[in-house]
């Protein structure tokens, strides 16, 4: 399996897990959490949704994860084959096969707990390890990690981007946690409601929200003193978009909060988040410069020297014949 058979693959894996997170959204934000009542089947008689608008959006997310275990499964098939063989590729290949797997477990239990709302917060943060796993994967496919990188920011700096890696993850955490909180969590007219966390909207939404100011502040310190320090243009450009995305993200939480959550604003949320960790992954790990992968070089026989042999071989003595010089 060549190289970029596994890249191409990566890169339809990450853009998959991507999708299904912008699915589910769709599935919650149109109400339809509920649609189907049973796991793997839609209900208990039927393995297909009836012809419903909320049963048909669930079982929708349910068919772009089989796309996805598809594609994953197909990916760490190529990472097995791959030549030359990297094991650090199979390991992360086969993150995403465990990640499916306990996504897919996690997801049942959510819809026989009838959206129990911290297990949906659970499956969607395992969603966002997947995506991770994905878009690290998709960097290490085309470069060298067969020996050190070489660090392109002061050590100071790659412990600042470490902390937003944190930071992040707490504020997505608190996010999800607000969404636990906030109205039609799967409910819909004419099925039950789902349960939500008995803490009030505005607290929580308070708390996601100073978090996230605190995070776009330390994002923009980071981005001004990339541009006070000798480092490479394209650094300063990662960290003047992650900037720009945080900013965007922020505003459109806001949005959505003053003018009590109209799906589609939702919905740009859940899509923001999702480049917004996909953008701060990448740029944390743009800071080390590695080397692309080299391709393996393959050795061919030259036809030429095999007759370059043979023309000698006819011009040489006889049998039984002698060579001048080589008498006993």
Not at 32 to 48: F, I, N, Q, R, V
Not at 135 to 150: A, C, I, M, Q
Not at 229 to 241: F, H, N, S, Y
Request: glycine residues 8%.
């Amino acid at each position: 399996m060549a190289p970029s058979t596994l890249r191409r693959l990566s890169v339809a894996s990450l853009v998959s897990v991507a999708a299904i997170i912008l699915t589910g959204a769709a599935v919650r934000v149109t109400g339809s959490g509920l649609g189907c009542s049973d796991w793997p089947t839609c209900t208990k008689t039927h393995l297909t949704p009836p012809l419903q608008f909320h049963s048909l959006m669930e079982f929708g997310n349910r068919m772009v994860t089989v796309v996805l275990v598809v594609l994953i499964g197909a990916t760490f098939l190529a990472a097995l084959f791959r030549r030359p063989f990297r094991r650090d590729l199979a390991w992360l290949a086969g993150g995403l096969i465990g990640g499916v797997l306990a996504e897919a477990v996690i997801g049942g239990i959510v819809v026989y707990t009838k959206l129990n709302p911290y297990l949906v917060i659970v499956h969607f943060l395992a969603t966002l390890v997947l995506l991770v796993d994905a878009v690290v994967l998709v960097h290490r496919t085309n470069r060298d990690y067969s020996v050190p990188g070489r660090l392109l920011v002061p050590t100071p700096i790659l412990m600042l981007a470490r902390g937003v890696l944190v930071l992040l993850a707490v504020v997505v955490t608190a996010g999800a946690t607000t969404t636990g909180t906030a109205p039609d969590g799967g409910g819909a007219p004419g099925q039950a409601v789902a349960p939500r966390i008995p803490v009030p909207l505005r607290d929580m939404a308070e708390l996601h929200a100073t978090l996230a100011l605190f995070l776009v502040g330390v994002v923009l310190s980071l981005a001004i003193a990339l541009h006070a320090l000798d480092v490479p243009e394209r650094i300063r450009k990662a960290g003047r978009m992650l900037v720009a995305v945080l900013v965007l993200q922020a505003a459109v939480g806001y949005a959505q909060y003053f003018t009590r959550l109209p799906a589609v604003l939702v919905e740009l949320h859940e899509l923001g988040a999702t480049v917004l960790v996909i953008g701060t992954v990448q740029f944390f790990l743009a800071l080390t410069h590695r080397l692309p992968e080299r391709a393996p070089v393959r050795l061919r026989a030259v036809p030429d020297l095999v007759g370059a042999q043979a023309a000698p071989a006819a011009s040489a003595p006889g049998a039984g014949e002698t060579p001048a010089g080589l008498h006993h």
